[in-house]
Structures are given as C-alpha cells and as structure tokens.
C-alpha cells in the first residue's frame, strides 16, 4: 500500500480575516458599496475618483493588483434598472480606469464584467458593480493554478495613491 504523501498548502492573508469573519447579517442591511460613500476618507476607502452617478474603487479583496470597480451610487441589483446617464457615466469611467491601470502597471489585457445575482456569481448581489481586471500573460502560474490562490504584491493603499495620480494626470492631459 502506498503511504499517502502529507502537505500542507497555507499562504497567510491576513487581511481576508476581516471579510470571513464578518457578520453576514448586517453586511445584508448595510452594504458596502453604500458604506464607501458615506463622507469617510476616500484615501482609506480605496476610493480613486468619484463622479456625479458613479465612483471607481480598488476591490477590496483583488484577483490581481490593480482590480478595479466601477459603482453606481444608485443601489440596484440589476443593469438594466439604471439611467442612461448613470450608465453612460459607468462607461466613461471604466475606459479611464482602463486608461489609468495601463499607464500604471502596463498589463498585456483586461476582464471586464458583471457578475449579476448571487447565482451570476456576485458576491455582493443587491448592488450593482462593473469590475475591471488587468491580466498579463502567464498571471495564472503555479499558485493560482496548483495552489489556487492568488498572490498581489503590492498594498492597496499603494494602488490607490498610484492610480489616483494617473488619473489626474490622464483629466489634465485630456483638458
């Protein structure tokens, strides 16, 4: 009989604790979405640019560094339940994040996406949010494939401070 091989496969996350162990309860009645724009620090928040319908926020727990979202400020659970203004608004803001995540990380490629209802994948279900993944040739490697985790480098806050100056940058140069 072949002894089975004993391993042990742990990559520390730290920073995950606070979304496993929340309260699933309250974070039905209170979203987070609605939460980032309450008045709090947008610095903090991970919050790179807010506009008059939408805001785009680095995710707080990233497939890759530099995952973005673009939010409407109206609380809906499906697209087609949003204005034309909010949506045109949307998309504007999603080809400056575009625009912003090339300047500052140079990715081969992008996934963007909806993920819509908790059966569509969504992890947050009642409130609508387009994501915007940089990829690059061979980010799937050995932990993400083998090990299936995923590995980001770089401090959000980090992110946010280098996306928030490309940002401003990417408005002057287009004035």
Request: negative net charge.
């Amino acid at each position: 009989m072949q002894e089975k091989e004993s391993r042990f496969d742990h990559l520390f996350a730290p920073w995950r604790i606070e979304y496993i162990t929340a309260d699933k309860a309250n974070q039905l009645s209170s979203c987070p979405f609605c939460l980032s724009f309450d008045g709090h620090d947008d610095k903090e928040r991970h919050i790179i640019k807010r506009c008059e319908y939408s805001f785009i926020i680095l995710n707080a727990y990233p497939y890759n560094n530099g995952h973005i979202m673009v939010i409407p400020y109206k609380h809906v659970n499906d697209f087609e339940l949003l204005p034309l203004p909010v949506l045109t608004e949307m998309m504007k803001n999603t080809i400056l994040a575009e625009r912003a995540l090339k300047k500052v990380y140079n990715p081969a490629g992008f996934n963007l996406g909806m993920n819509i209802g908790s059966a569509g994948g969504a992890g947050i279900s009642d409130h609508l949010h387009l994501h915007i993944l940089p990829r690059w040739s061979g980010d799937t490697n050995f932990m993400t494939s083998v090990g299936g985790v995923r590995v980001c480098p770089e401090d959000l806050s980090v992110s946010t401070d280098k996306l928030r100056q490309a940002i401003s940058e990417l408005e002057e140069e287009d004035d």
